[in-house]
């Protein structure tokens, strides 16, 4: 069966330009439905790696609550 969507996150272009080597931090949860409620936030490490030419993400899911 699938996974149920409790909510998302968004990750903007301007969150990274402040942040350039990458972020950790709680972000809260966002609604994906308007019909259901969403309560609870995500503890997120994101990390900018390689160079100019190619780079990557790396998301990583620390904690949630």
């Not at 809260?28 to 790696?49: A, W």
């Amino acid at each position: 069966s699938r996974d149920d969507v409790i909510g998302k996150v968004c990750i903007t272009r301007d969150m990274l330009a402040e942040h350039p080597k990458g972020y950790s931090g709680w972000m809260s949860l966002s609604v994906v439905d308007p019909d259901e409620e969403v309560q609870g936030e995500i503890h997120l490490r994101v990390e900018v790696l390689g160079s100019q030419g190619g780079r990557r993400l790396r998301c990583s899911v620390l904690e949630a609550r």
